[in-house]
């Protein structure tokens, strides 16, 4: 079974009593669900009273980050048995009342999805012991608390080689709503990637401060295009259509992020950095029901073709340098390009080290 609660709905349950809310009245029937046995662990005895449930920054229909993510419920509860939930469109001052919704309706696992999370799961996690909380592409661990990481650094380090080996002006862009972690990681990889290509290349990062946003996300594609920007690797949700598109229309070259893109602006859109997240949401599903998922931070990379692989490419790429991208995500499986820990600029990092 699964259910869907919007940001009403949440908000009413938050500020009602157990007696006079009538979310849970509507809901009354769902109440009956085991609670798990062991103190921070979601195990119970029977996978079908086992809840899980996803919180999302966007909507379920915007053909990358949030769809994946409600589609990696939808998998745990077709592979597992499992009940499902998900409440879209959930502002960052909702954040912690959508975790704690969840968690006192006895779920057993909720995942937050996407790295501005992270503080509104370390204010409820400790509230809700028998709840864990995964944060999909978060930093926070604890006893009740995991992260989930794609290794954006490595499909953006083969992108990089690929948007350097096309463009014209030896400029490029990473366009993204945010800056943490994850983004950092995948801003540094496109230009790891784009300097062993042209050491002076220049990639300027932009951020427009909503994922959403489709016209902020158009202005700020023509605002790189005009500083001389010719490809873009952008990494939005709803909004990520409105910088392909609009990156066509002016001749740029773009990445597809999440999903393969490609059919979305077959003329601008190179190949796609496709992240599984619904499979690897789906994967921490399973060790939560098996009683192993543990309080720390699981990253998946390019071991994992399932999870994260380069997408179809345009009619413009040539084969020989597809094969260059081949044979580079070679050398990292093979481990004869690994990226380590350094500093630059002072701030920590990865560096590439060839072996």
Not at 195 to 216: C, E, F
Not at 305 to 322: C, H, M, R
């Amino acid at each position: 079974m699964a259910f869907r609660y919007n940001r009403r709905d949440f908000l009413i349950y938050g500020s009602a009593t157990f007696g006079t809310s009538l979310l849970l009245k509507a809901c009354s029937a769902n109440q009956n669900s085991t609670t798990p046995t062991a103190e921070n662990s979601a195990v119970v005895d029977n996978v079908k009273n086992f809840k899980t449930a996803i919180v999302l920054p966007g909507i379920i229909t915007d053909k990358a980050w949030n769809q994946t993510g409600y589609q990696g419920v939808t998998t745990a509860k077709e592979k597992l048995g499992v009940e499902t939930a998900y409440v879209e469109k959930v502002e960052q001052a909702d954040q912690a009342e959508a975790l704690s919704d969840f968690a006192r309706r006895g779920y057993n696992l909720v995942y937050a999805h996407g790295g501005q999370f992270d503080a509104a799961i370390q204010q409820v996690a400790p509230q809700f012991p028998k709840t864990f909380f995964v944060g999909v592409n978060g930093a926070v661990t604890g006893a009740n608390m995991a992260s989930l990481r794609i290794d954006h650094l490595q499909a953006s380090y083969l992108c990089g080689i690929l948007g350097a080996s096309m463009s014209k002006s030896n400029k490029m862009a990473y366009l993204a709503a945010q800056s943490f972690q994850a983004t950092d990681e995948e801003l540094r990889g496109f230009e790891l990637g784009a300097k062993s290509v042209k050491p002076d290349i220049k990639v300027a990062a932009s951020y427009t401060g909503d994922w959403n946003d489709a016209a902020k996300a158009k202005e700020a594609t023509l605002a790189l295009i005009s500083s001389g920007v010719d490809v873009i690797y952008q990494w939005l949700d709803n909004a990520s259509p409105a910088v392909l598109q609009t990156a066509a229309e002016k001749g740029v070259y773009t990445f597809g992020n999440t999903a393969d893109q490609l059919e979305v602006a077959p003329k601008s859109v190179l190949t796609s950095a496709v992240k599984r997240i619904d499979l690897a949401i789906a994967y921490l599903a399973d060790l939560a029901v098996k009683g192993n998922l543990k309080g720390e931070i699981y990253t998946l990379g390019l071991e994992k073709p399932d999870i994260l692989y380069i997408g179809k490419y345009n009619e413009a790429v040539s084969t020989d340098l597809q094969q260059k991208v081949v044979q580079t995500k070679d050398a990292i499986l093979t481990k004869k390009v690994t990226f380590e820990a350094c500093k630059n600029g002072g701030k920590d990092t990865r560096c590439v080290k060839q072996a």
